[in-house]
């Protein structure tokens, strides 16, 4: 059984940084991609970016590039959101994903369909 362990959330104000980091703790799995989605209070979950475990090539959402770098670990196995420059719209729970595809474009199109398995999340709130 998969177990994908997310760390790093927090409060911070706006301007300020915060990394999340994700590690599979349980199990093996080929990594495809991998990816983080996040979701607003009241809102869906959306894809923030996802990067490919073969080729490293990444995809990010418009509302976070320039901000935010996604970045794999391949010794420890982890992947890094590096979120800089946070807005109070950034405000979610973060989700860390393994998908089932390597090319990140599809990754992008298709989302949570391409989930093979999800960490439970963690909280990041960026105040004004």
């Not at 770098?69 to 890094?80: C, F, G, H, L, P």
């Not at 807005?87 to 599809?106: L, R």
Request: hydrophobic residues 35%; contains cysteine; charged residues 20%.
């Amino acid at each position: 059984q998969v177990r994908l362990v997310e760390s790093g959330g927090g409060s911070v104000q706006a301007g300020g940084s915060l990394r999340l980091s994700c590690a599979a703790s349980e199990g093996t799995f080929s990594r495809n991609s991998m990816g983080w989605f996040r979701q607003p209070p009241g809102k869906e979950r959306e894809l923030v970016a996802a990067i490919s475990w073969k080729d490293g090539s990444t995809y990010y959402r418009d509302s976070v590039k320039g901000r935010f770098t996604i970045s794999r670990d391949n010794a420890e196995k982890t992947v890094v959101l590096q979120m800089n420059s946070l807005k109070p719209e950034d405000t979610a729970v973060y989700y860390c994903a393994a998908f089932h595809q390597y090319i990140v474009t599809v990754v992008a199109g298709l989302g949570v369909r391409l989930v093979d398995y999800w960490g439970k999340g963690t909280l990041v709130t960026v105040s004004s």
